[in-house]
């Protein structure tokens, strides 16, 4: 999926590479200068003084300006997505590895560490998403360093464009797409069986935004060394019952951390779950050294500590990388609706269609074949609680 979602209309010449598109609303426009003649030196060419990029309005109120050098991904389409048009021969390209206020940390392709600030036009775009840049993003930079030694002290590079996205974990946050982290093919969705205990409508949101974005959720049931996990075995089997993975862990005792080990090699990885469920911990076991903060569960409200503040891109030694995500209390849905959730619930997907009513939310409507089933015991009671949960907790 691409980076940014703002809004496009294509100039008549489409060859040109212009697009009009929409800023957000404090936008600043051109602001005349008064000492032109004072950056002007003899010798100077009227082609040096030509910038690649310029930004045009009819008037100063308008929201849309004119990219020059821009064009559009093949999705614009359908997601008015932009594009913005770069000399890749003049740039470096990398992964963004965390995101902290005005900078970013980014892993060039060559091995250097840099710390680059965003290209103005992209912090400008008018957008959905709550950031520009995530954790995971494949970007073209442009290096203001030499050797890894900075030149300027505010950044060594400069964000110039944001490759396309493809697997994203996104929850909604005030009114807006927070994406999590981008790039993926996994999603490992880490619970505790105690301090903090399970909590099962969490899960099911995190599936559902994991089967959205087409990559595969596991289910890491973490501190089972608290607990007789013959308690769990209900809902392990639920779960196994639909196909995923369920996978119960300690990193107190390193129960199941090589097969987890194993799992994580060479695939882009996600960890997503409350905070205290033993994301770092369960890192630190697995690569050694990585000496990720861990914090204790509170003792007044059984809930976690703020840790990890930021999603952050983990290389792991034997291959692939983890991502280390905040935690999470809440994870309202994005971009799904009532009318879509049972169809992203593979035990109630087969019986959506035979429904009497097209629109059916398999709530109180007459002849619907999703109730029917939970009558007949083909579908399990629970899943069917945890499917009227979502709906009145997050899209009625």
Not at 216 to 225: A, R, S
Not at 235 to 249: H, M
Not at 326 to 351: C, K, N, T
């Amino acid at each position: 999926m691409p980076p940014l979602d703002a809004k496009i209309e294509p100039l008549a010449k489409k060859q040109s590479g212009n697009l009009r598109a929409n800023f957000r609303k404090k936008h600043q426009g051109r602001v005349r200068r008064g000492d032109l003649t004072r950056d002007f030196h003899e010798g100077d060419s009227q082609d040096d003084a030509v910038q690649s990029e310029r930004l045009t309005g009819k008037g100063e109120l308008t929201r849309k300006r004119t990219i020059q050098g821009a064009d559009a991904t093949p999705e614009s389409a359908a997601g008015m997505h932009v594009q913005l048009s770069v000399d890749e021969d003049k740039l470096l390209q990398g992964r963004v590895l965390s995101v902290h206020g005005l900078q970013s940390k980014v892993l060039g392709d060559n091995g250097v560490l840099y710390a680059c600030a965003v290209r103005q036009v992209l912090k400008s775009l008018s957008t959905t998403q709550r950031n520009v840049i995530v954790a995971g993003d494949r970007v073209w930079f442009r290096a203001e360093s030499r050797d890894g030694v900075s030149l300027k002290s505010e950044a060594d590079g400069m964000i110039e464009r944001v490759e396309p996205r493809t697997g994203m974990i996104s929850r909604t946050s005030r009114g807006k797409q927070h994406v999590l982290v981008s790039n993926i093919d996994a999603m490992l969705i880490i619970a505790s069986a105690e301090q903090p205990g399970i909590k099962p409508a969490l899960i099911d949101r995190m599936i559902l935004t994991a089967h959205q974005c087409e990559i595969e959720p596991i289910v890491i049931i973490n501190k089972v060394d608290l607990i007789d996990l013959v308690d769990l075995q209900p809902l392990i089997g639920v779960y196994s019952a639909l196909g995923y993975r369920v996978l119960p862990t300690s990193a107190e005792t390193g129960q199941n951390v090589d097969y987890l080990r194993a799992l994580l090699k060479d695939r882009q990885t996600a960890l997503a779950g409350q905070s205290g469920v033993g994301k770092s911990s369960l890192l630190n076991v697995v690569q050694p050294g990585l000496g990720l903060a861990i914090g204790a569960v509170s003792t007044d409200n059984d809930k976690g500590k703020h840790t990890t503040t930021a999603s952050q891109l983990i290389p792991l030694a034997d291959g692939g990388a983890v991502f280390d995500t905040p935690g999470i209390r809440q994870f309202q849905l994005w971009d799904i609706s009532a009318s879509e959730v049972a169809g992203l619930m593979p035990d109630l997907r087969p019986y959506v269609s035979g429904c009497r009513y097209p629109d059916c939310l398999h709530l109180a409507e007459d002849d619907c074949a999703v109730k029917n089933a939970v009558a007949d015991a083909r579908i399990d009671a629970r899943r069917y609680d945890a499917y009227c949960h979502l709906l009145e907790e997050e899209l009625m």
